[in-house]
């Protein structure tokens, strides 16, 4: 069983380093490290560059974005290697040296019949990251934070989740036009579908965020607050995926931030108030379309 890890990155050098060490340093070895640059400054460039045969460097020319970022990389994983699975993270996530042998020890126990597999997402505290907590398919179930056997889950983030090629030559790749926010809940609820997703508890990475916080339009700094118009317009798309009754039960959860934003009074609401409904409004007529990559190992 083969694997290329997928990296996106933005001008975050440092963090990416210790990213790309550890992942060569995977007990498991990693057959290719694929890093998706989303027209990063110079220095990264140049650092990347100077890594040659060690990695598959993509450059973008542009910046598209997470979701644009992962679709290009998982677009490479399948016309361009043989691997057999595809294992996704960003830039800020540090996996311990044994997350992979346990993904990969998990995919066999359960004969490759997975939707997708995630890893147990940490802060640096050892804390879960609130930003990847995990999504129980049982409703009101709580992982323990010491447990040790495959928790099923409706979706997950893309910080430590791998998919198999045959999956991905399935479902399509993820959506590039989500630009940021919810691409990975979308592909992971999109696989999911198929076959049934995990998170592996003893698979280990490190969120390495600067806070240990969750999202929130209503107390987000106000530099955030411009990015809440993609996480509100592609939650209108992937929710009316889910069917008629949770997308209108996301409704009910877009008035409930617009109470929060009113009843949490902080500077700028009228920003805050306006990413929520266009955000919303946007994403009642947003219709992206699902993209398909070749699959060199059948091609070939």
């Keep these: 069983m083969t694997v290329s890890a997928v990296v996106v990155t933005y001008n975050r050098l440092p963090m990416l380093k210790e990213v790309i060490e550890a992942l060569q340093n995977s007990e498991t070895k990693v057959d290719n490290i694929i890093v998706v640059d989303n027209n990063s400054k110079e220095d990264t460039q140049e650092y990347l560059t100077s890594l040659g045969d060690a990695i598959r460097y993509v450059r973008l020319k542009e910046n598209i974005g997470g979701s644009g970022g992962f679709n290009k990389g998982i677009r490479y994983f399948m016309e361009e290697t043989t691997d057999d699975y595809v294992w996704l993270m960003d830039d800020d996530t540090v996996p311990t040296s044994t997350a992979l042998t346990e993904l990969v020890n998990s995919a066999k126990k359960i004969n490759n019949q997975f939707g997708f597999l995630a890893s147990d997402v940490r802060w640096t505290d050892n804390s ?173």
Excluded: C
């Design 128 to 300: 879960r990251a609130l930003m990847n907590l995990p999504s129980p398919k049982k409703r009101f179930h709580k992982i323990s934070l010491h447990a040790t056997e495959l928790e099923p889950l409706r979706n997950a983030t893309f910080v430590s989740v791998m998919f198999s090629r045959e999956m991905v030559a399935n479902i399509g790749l993820p959506i590039t036009e989500f630009f940021i926010w919810g691409d990975d809940i979308e592909y992971t609820e999109r696989s999911a579908r198929v076959l049934p997703g995990y998170m592996v508890p003893t698979s280990r990475v490190i969120h390495k965020m600067a806070n240990n916080i969750a999202s929130n339009v209503s107390l987000d700094t106000i530099n955030r607050v411009p990015r809440y118009f993609y996480a509100f317009r592609n939650q209108m798309y992937f929710s009316r995926q889910r069917g008629f009754l949770l997308y209108m039960r996301t409704h009910l959860k877009v008035l409930y931030e617009i109470l929060r934003v009113f009843l949490n009074h902080k500077p700028n609401m009228r920003l805050r108030l306006k990413m929520i409904v266009k955000g919303t409004v946007t994403g009642w007529f947003f219709r992206p379309k699902v993209e398909f990559a070749k699959n060199k190992k059948v091609n070939h």
